[in-house]
């Protein structure tokens, strides 16, 4: 399986081949997108209505929502000169270090 810098590699030849005027905010609208149709899928399946009985199709949705959230992401760090790998590490570095149970308030302090 690729790394997530390969699958940005991969991503970044994809696109100029595909959409070589696309503008650095578009990714963005495209994981907004996204998250709208996570959001339908959970609210839908919450509401029981529109899928199956078994719930297979929500959990489809849900699983391609996040597939696609991912390649937006991907999208928009190659767009804006970010590497996703670096903004997930740095990001993680910062969140371990919360301890919401702890220090209610802000998560580091009380």
Partial sequence: MPSINEYQNLHQIWV?????????????????????????????????????????????????????????????CNANNLRLEVCIEDAWREVKKRDWRRYPTDGVSC
């Fill in 16 to 76: 100029n081949h595909n959409f070589p005027d696309q503008k650095p905010h578009e990714p963005l609208l495209g994981i907004v997108e996204e998250v709208g149709e996570l959001s339908h899928a959970h609210l839908k399946s919450d509401q029981g209505i529109r899928e199956g009985a078994s719930g297979v199709d929500s959990f489809l949705q849900r699983a391609d929502a996040l597939g696609d959230i991912f390649i937006y992401m991907l999208s928009y």
